[in-house]
């Protein structure tokens, strides 16, 4: 029983967080960033800033934090096998949760507070927002770069001797 | 760093660059 909630029902809620996380990223990435630049120069960026981005951010933070706590559920007691290396059979899932844990962190710490001043959350000047854009953007990038290692260790770690042995 | 990321192609280019070096350090740790 308690393997099926920890490695059924946890597996299953750090995959399906995971894809929103990462769904929406790719979502920022690939389709909204190019699009606000577009329709910057048309004057209808407003919607997207308004009615768009607030909830695809909501969705964004909290699946992050969702999968980071399903996969550390995941991992219970390897948690520390798998962090800091001590055991063969986790060294990808290893490096898998140092990327995605580096992404959770560029979520919490740089893309989110800037994103509440490019979007007026909170209060700042054009100086402040033109920088909160640069930072939350190169965050976003970067996480989108880390996507593409993170998940191949994610899943290679279930299949380690096809793809290390 | 405009290079590095700005360009969404140049991005995954280096995520598939790194996802190969970080495949060779664990194949070789593993060794």
């Given at each position: 029983m308690m393997d099926f909630i920890q490695l059924g029902i946890g597996r299953w809620l750090h995959i399906a967080a995971g894809v929103m996380w990462i769904g929406l990223l790719y979502y920022f990435n690939f389709v909204q960033v190019p699009a606000m630049a577009e329709a910057a120069k048309d004057g209808t960026a407003g919607g997207i800033s308004k009615h768009v981005a607030p909830r695809a951010l909501f969705w964004f933070r909290w699946a992050a934090v969702v999968t980071w706590l399903a996969g550390a559920m995941l991992l219970g007691k390897n948690f520390f096998n798998a962090f800091f290396f001590l055991n063969h059979a986790f060294f990808a899932i290893g490096v898998g949760a140092w990327l995605g844990t580096v992404m959770l962190f560029n979520v919490w710490v740089l893309i989110w507070p800037n994103q509440k001043k490019i979007l007026g959350m909170v209060q700042a000047t054009d100086a402040e927002k033109a920088k909160a854009r640069r930072v939350a953007f190169l965050a976003s990038r970067t996480n989108t770069l880390l996507s593409i290692p993170m998940l191949f260790f994610m899943a290679a770690a279930g299949h380690q001797g096809i793809f290390f042995g | 760093m405009k290079f590095f990321l700005d360009s969404l192609g140049w991005t995954?280019?280096?995520?598939?660059?790194?996802?190969?070096?970080?495949?060779?350090?664990?194949?070789?740790?593993?060794q």
């Open positions: - | 995954v280019a280096w995520g598939v660059v790194l996802t190969w070096i970080l495949y060779n350090v664990v194949k070789y740790a593993l």
